[in-house]
């Protein structure tokens, strides 16, 4: 690990970011959440058209249905790439929509050079400004991030739901759970904490997006699935197939497996794309392109032991933008030690700053 130090310029002042600056590659690396943002391109789609685990599963859950049923693709992307799949499996027809103007116009050029053209309906925006006449069966909708909720995809099914799709339609994917367990960054990243190199222009674009730096969600790639003190707490359960509530609360308690040392939460997914495909997809267990997030909770790593508990409450809560959510954690960590309490908001787009030591540790103003 080769530390250093960019420097992000706002209107306002700048922000210094520490940067691992030679990433080895497969190694652990921290990463802003970047899929809730509309900060798509080609080295991102090509990761997720790449993605061998998660599209053996969609299209095992997604080709079944298609023969002789009308399709929506939400969010197709610049490859078009379900709506090609669907019209190739025989679909009748395809309306495939994408919110990114330069994915839309990569989008257009690919179809115009597929056999299947003819069968697929592209269209510029997102889904909550289209309407749908006749309504579609078959709707695949990749919006799953790092938390099943954060690429806003309750807000999307629930619209499609109500105005684009026929009562009974077949989604895919079916249900996404989000799970979460202690862990501890620093102990990830001895060397100090610091952004892969590589995540240095999609921090740049999300603080652009939200008109300046704030505390962003944190993710990290390939993380010792071992890493965790205990079995995944289950915070999000949630089914495609019908409307869920955009806001809840759930809790958890996660009973502390071994001796370590926790400072937060690694979050994950565990994702069944259908009937058809045989395997649920682990974020945390199997290599795909979706990567754990982190919540910190605690400003310093505290020494935990086997028996001990956390207790942790996570909020949903949808942020101003009426799609994307921000999550709301409140823990609290017994240990023969005593009683401890940590708290932390992850926003969307926000103005907080530093409110946690690994921001602090990973920027300086
Ligand atoms: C995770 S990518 C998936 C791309 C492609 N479907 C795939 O599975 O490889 C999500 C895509 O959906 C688009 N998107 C997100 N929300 C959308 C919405 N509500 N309506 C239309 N497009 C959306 C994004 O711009 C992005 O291109």
Same mark, same amino acid.
């Given at each position: 690990?080769?530390?250093?130090?960019?420097?992000?310029?706002?209107?306002?002042?700048?922000?210094?970011?520490? !940067?691992?600056?030679?990433?080895?590659?497969?190694?652990?690396? !921290?990463?802003?959440?970047?899929?809730?943002?509309?900060?798509?391109?080609?080295?991102?789609?090509?990761?997720?058209?790449?993605?061998?685990?998660?599209?053996?599963?969609?299209?095992?859950?997604?080709?079944?249905?298609?023969?002789?049923?009308?399709?929506?693709? !939400?969010?197709?992307?610049?490859?078009?790439?379900?709506?090609?799949?669907?019209?190739?499996?025989?679909?009748?027809?395809?309306?495939?929509?994408?919110?990114?103007?330069?994915?839309?116009?990569?989008?257009?050029?690919?179809?115009?050079?597929?056999?299947?053209?003819?069968?697929?309906?592209?269209?510029?925006?997102?889904?909550?400004?289209?309407?749908?006449?006749?309504?579609?069966?078959?709707?695949?909708?990749?919006?799953?991030?790092?938390?099943? %909720?954060?690429? =806003?995809?309750?807000?999307?099914?629930?619209?499609?739901?109500?105005?684009?799709?026929?009562?009974?339609?077949?989604?895919?994917?079916?249900?996404?759970?989000?799970?979460?367990?202690? +862990?501890?960054?620093?102990?990830?990243?001895?060397?100090?904490?610091?952004?892969?190199?590589?995540?240095?222009?999609?921090?740049?674009?999300?603080?652009?997006?939200?008109?300046?730096?704030?505390?962003?969600?944190?993710?990290? +790639?390939?993380?010792?699935?071992?890493?965790?003190?205990? %079995?995944?707490?289950?915070?999000?359960?949630?089914?495609?197939?019908?409307?869920?509530?955009?806001?809840?609360?759930?809790?958890?308690?996660?009973? !502390?497996?071994?001796? =370590?040392?926790?400072?937060?939460?690694?979050?994950?997914?565990?994702?069944?794309?259908?009937?058809?495909?045989?395997?649920?997809?682990?974020?945390?267990?199997?290599?795909?392109?979706?990567?754990?997030?982190?919540?910190?909770?605690?400003?310093?790593?505290?020494?935990?032991?086997?028996?001990?508990?956390?207790?942790?409450?996570?909020?949903?809560?949808?942020?101003?933008? =009426?799609?994307?959510?921000?999550?709301?954690?409140?823990?609290?960590?017994?240990?023969?030690?005593?009683?401890?309490?940590?708290?932390?908001?992850?926003?969307?787009?926000?103005?907080?700053?530093?409110?946690?030591?690994?921001?602090?540790?990973?920027?300086?103003?």
């Amino acid at each position: 690990m080769a530390l250093s130090r960019e420097t992000y310029n706002y209107r306002d002042g700048r922000v210094g970011i520490a !940067i691992d600056s030679s990433p080895e590659y497969g190694s652990p690396a !921290i990463w802003p959440s970047v899929g809730e943002y509309p900060i798509y391109d080609p080295y991102l789609y090509y990761a997720m058209s790449n993605d061998t685990v998660r599209n053996d599963a969609f299209r095992a859950a997604l080709l079944p249905a298609c023969p002789g049923r009308r399709v929506l693709d !939400i969010g197709t992307g610049e490859n078009v790439h379900w709506a090609l799949e669907a019209a190739r499996q025989g679909a009748q027809s395809v309306v495939a929509l994408e919110a990114m103007p330069r994915s839309h116009a990569v989008a257009t050029k690919r179809l115009a050079q597929a056999p299947e053209r003819e069968k697929v309906d592209l269209r510029y925006g997102v889904s909550f400004d289209h309407d749908l006449d006749p309504r579609a069966d078959v709707c695949v909708a990749e919006l799953i991030g790092s938390f099943a %909720s954060s690429e =806003g995809m309750l807000a999307a099914m629930a619209d499609a739901h109500a105005r684009l799709l026929n009562p009974g339609a077949v989604v895919v994917p079916a249900a996404c759970d989000t799970l979460v367990a202690p +862990v501890s960054l620093r102990d990830l990243f001895p060397a100090g904490l610091a952004f892969s190199s590589d995540a240095l222009p999609y921090l740049r674009q999300i603080f652009d997006f939200n008109g300046g730096p704030f505390d962003l969600r944190l993710t990290v +790639v390939n993380p010792d699935p071992g890493c965790v003190l205990s %079995s995944g707490g289950v915070v999000e359960q949630l089914r495609f197939d019908r409307a869920e509530p955009l806001d809840a609360t759930t809790e958890v308690e996660l009973r !502390i497996e071994r001796a =370590g040392r926790v400072d937060g939460l690694l979050c994950w997914i565990r994702l069944d794309a259908g009937p058809g495909a045989d395997t649920t997809i682990d974020s945390l267990l199997d290599k795909t392109n979706w990567t754990p997030a982190y919540l910190p909770l605690f400003d310093e790593s505290l020494d935990v032991c086997e028996g001990d508990v956390v207790t942790v409450s996570f909020e949903r809560r949808t942020s101003p933008d =009426g799609v994307h959510p921000d999550y709301l954690v409140d823990a609290t960590l017994t240990r023969s030690l005593g009683v401890v309490s940590g708290s932390f908001v992850s926003c969307y787009r926000g103005r907080s700053f530093g409110t946690a030591a690994v921001y602090r540790e990973l920027f300086s103003s």
